[in-house]
């Protein structure tokens, strides 16, 4: 997922959950668009390799990584709280529970 445009990663997102995106409000929509983006961003400091990286350097990607899934936790339980969210049939919601919801969803593809 990390390796597409920001851009493209919305637009996906979209696609994938029209009803929700459909429902949101401006503030909503954001927050989902937010946590596509912090999911993508523990992707790939995930998939950032470490061997050979300066101690500095590898302390800075531990801390960028950190960040990030603090971002996506806390976007998540907002996501989950949103009228929209609450609102959209079933199915789509599973959908993005299964696709952006689990947490160990974003550790078990990345390999």
Known sequence: MFTNSSEELRASARRDFPHYYAMADAVDA?????????????????NTRREGVAPAIREQLEKVADVA??????LREAVRRTPAFEAIDPA??????RTLFDAESLYSTLE
């Open 69 to 74: 899934e603090q971002v996506f936790s806390q």
């Open 30 to 46: 954001a927050m989902l668009d937010g946590l596509v983006m912090a999911r993508a961003a523990i992707v790939a400091g995930v």
């Open 92 to 97: 789509e919601r599973q959908a993005i529970e």
